[in-house]
C-alpha cells in the first residue's frame, strides 16, 4: 500500500484548505484511514480517522472545523479543514490501518499546513 498526500499550503487564520491522499496497491487490506499532525516540538497527534464502514472519529480540537470523507472510486480520503486557525499550523500525515489490526501500518509523506494570523 502507498500514500500519496498533498494539499497543504499557506492560508490566512480563518480560511480553508483541503488535503487529499490518494492510496494504491492493496487497498482491500485496510480498514482504517487517519490523517495525523506533527507540530514542531510536539508530538504526532490523531486529526480525524474514518473506517471503511464510514465511522469517523475527530480529535476535539478540530471537531466542528474538520471533515474527513473518502471516495473509493478513486481510492482517495479527503481532510477538509474550515475555519482554520494558526494552531493547526503542522505536517499532516495520512495513514492506513489494516484490518484487526490497533496501529497504523502504512503512512504517507508529510505535507505542510502553515496558517498566519
Known amino acids: 500500500v502507498q500514500l500519496q498526500a498533498y494539499g497543504g499550503g499557506l492560508v490566512q487564520a480563518g480560511g480553508s484548505l483541503r488535503l487529499s491522499c490518494a492510496i494504491s496497491?492493496?487497498?482491500?487490506?485496510?480498514?482504517?484511514m487517519g490523517w495525523y499532525r506533527q507540530a514542531p516540538g510536539n508530538q504526532r497527534e490523531l486529526v480525524a480517522s474514518i473506517t471503511s464502514g464510514g465511522s469517523t472519529y475527530y480529535a476535539e480540537s478540530v471537531e466542528g472545523r474538520f471533515t474527513i470523507s473518502t471516495e473509493y472510486p478513486k481510492n482517495t480520503i479527503y481532510l477538509q479543514m474550515n475555519s482554520l486557525k494558526p494552531e493547526d499550523t503542522a505536517v499532516y500525515y495520512c495513514?492506513?490501518?489494516?484490518?484487526?489490526?490497533?496501529?497504523?501500518?502504512?503512512w504517507g509523506q508529510g505535507t505542510q499546513v502553515t496558517v498566519s494570523s
Open positions: 495513514a492506513a490501518q489494516k484490518w484487526f489490526k490497533d496501529e497504523y501500518d502504512y
Open positions: 496497491g492493496s487497498v482491500f487490506t485496510i480498514n482504517t
